[in-house]
């Protein structure tokens, strides 16, 4: 009953460091997606994988890449971490990417502070 | 101007009362909308989809009105743990098929 797992849950770095923000779906999902939420705002999106072998760039893609690495699993990375970059970051996963099945389920969230 | 807005609140509603909201969008050809629930925290997590026609879930109703470009909920008898963000999400172009556009949230507190 795992639906989406994101991995950590919360992570402190310094100006400049790297790390990959991994997410796992049990789901079956076709589709997942990377989210930031600051507060005040919206959930934006960063990347997103409409299917297996795909990726596309979302509404704020600046200073990460991300694989997805096979069905289940879509990793998100920031290769020189800012401080804006402080956010509360959300994996989702919907069957597909379009239409009545594309309602999206989330993972708990990472809190990432970048000093 | 954001593609989805949302009253930020936060709605004080007594335990027992009606509360309701709005929540507008810009695209006039989204298809498809969507009410989605946050706790203080957490993730967010599916209430409801919003149907042409208007659609009810126990307490919670949701109404669209493609005009006016807006989609409404409705709660009834308010729980205190209804008590949460509610989210506006709007979706399903042509051109952007697949991707949400989330609003920033209303806040609904309930007290006793």
């Known amino acids: 009953n795992a639906g989406v797992t994101q991995t950590p849950k919360f992570q402190v770095l310094k100006t400049g460091q790297s790390m990959t923000l991994q997410c796992a779906q049990d789901m079956n999902h076709n589709s997942m997606y990377w989210y930031r939420q600051d507060p005040g705002m919206g959930l934006r999106l960063i990347y997103y994988s409409a299917s297996e072998g795909t990726t596309d760039k979302g509404e704020v893609p600046n200073g990460y890449n991300v694989s997805r690495l096979n069905k289940r699993e879509f990793s998100l990375r920031l290769e020189s971490a800012a401080p804006s970059q402080t956010s509360v970051y959300f994996c989702a996963s919907s069957e597909t990417a379009g239409g009545s099945k594309n309602i999206q389920y989330f993972g708990a969230g990472t809190r990432l502070s970048v000093l | 101007r954001k593609e989805v807005e949302q009253d930020p609140g936060p709605f004080n509603v007594p335990e027992g009362a009606t509360v309701a909201f709005n929540c507008t969008y810009s695209n006039s050809a989204s298809q498809s909308f969507f009410w989605y629930r946050q706790d203080c925290r957490k993730e967010p997590k599916l209430l409801m989809s919003v149907y042409s026609s208007g659609n009810e879930d126990g307490r919670f109703t949701a109404q669209l009105n493609r005009a006016s470009q807006y989609i409404s909920l409705l709660i009834r008898d308010s729980k205190l743990s209804d008590s949460a963000t509610y989210l506006c999400?709007?979706?399903?172009?042509?051109?952007?098929?697949?991707?949400?556009?989330f609003g920033a949230g209303t806040q609904v507190v309930v007290t006793p």
């Open positions: 999400v709007v979706g399903g172009t042509t051109d952007s098929w697949g991707k949400l556009q």
